[in-house]
């Protein structure tokens, strides 16, 4: 699993609050990414980085920011959530030329 | 903008026979990808092909890649319940971002 852990695994929350989604790794790898995944879309980037405070937008990137203080933590924040956002939310890591995911987190917006 | 298709999205199979998942691409890659997920689960990296002509075997499971005609097939061989998962394609670019096909769910029958 490449030592990746997502919190938290479950959240229910409601319309326009901020929500922030953490994705620790203790593997030092480089690249991170955050995936969403619905039904019918497979899963879907939505922001990468590749170094400390080095991140870059991905297919579906709008609603959301990241940020990478340190290599071994990314953060997701959804700064006014919507109902639109209610998803699976994966995290990964790159390991050669494999890509591992993390446990996922289900998030609820109501 | 490149485009992953797979079919069929859901493939009912009956023990021991043969079936195949196709995946599409729409744009060059030099890296193809195979996931399983479980219900629930996360996503377990099945196989990485990265070259044209490419093939990969694992078990009851096999993998090749066309990059000329953009198709990847994962070929399983001698169905058994424990194969029942979703199927999950993915065409890598640049620092590993990659896009997912929308998924073949399989139902193995005894």
């Known amino acids: 699993d490449a030592g990746i852990t997502q919190s938290p695994r479950h959240k229910v929350t409601e319309t326009g609050t901020p929500v922030t989604l953490r994705c620790h790794q203790t593997?030092?790898?480089?690249?991170m990414y955050w995936y969403r995944q619905d039904p019918g879309h497979g899963l879907r980037l939505i922001h990468y980085?590749?170094?400390?405070?080095?991140?870059d937008k991905g297919e579906v990137s709008d609603g959301y920011s990241v940020s990478r203080s340190k290599t071994e933590d990314f953060l997701l924040t959804l700064e006014s959530a919507t109902s639109s956002q209610t998803s699976v939310y994966f995290c990964?890591?790159?390991?050669?030329?494999?890509?591992?995911f993390g446990s996922g987190t289900q998030l609820s917006v109501l | 903008e490149l485009k992953v298709e797979q079919n069929p999205l859901f493939l009912s199979m009956q023990e021991g026979k043969n079936y195949t998942i196709y995946c599409n691409y729409s744009t060059t890659s030099d890296r193809l990808y195979w996931y399983r997920q479980d219900p629930g689960k996360s996503l377990e990296s099945l196989f990485v092909?990265?070259?044209?002509?490419a093939v990969k075997q694992e078990g009851r499971l096999m993998a090749s890649l066309d990059t000329k005609a953009r198709l990847s097939t994962l070929h399983i061989t001698a169905a058994v319940h424990d194969l029942s998962a979703t199927y999950f394609c993915?065409?890598?670019?640049?620092?590993?971002?990659?896009?997912f096909g929308g998924g073949t769910r399989v139902l193995v029958k005894p």
């Open positions: 993915a065409v890598g670019a640049a620092g590993n971002k990659l896009t």
């Open positions: 593997e030092n790898h480089r690249y």
């Open positions: 980085s590749y170094g400390v405070k080095d991140t």
């Open positions: 990964a890591t790159t390991e050669g030329e494999k890509l591992f």
């Open positions: 092909l990265l070259s044209n002509g």
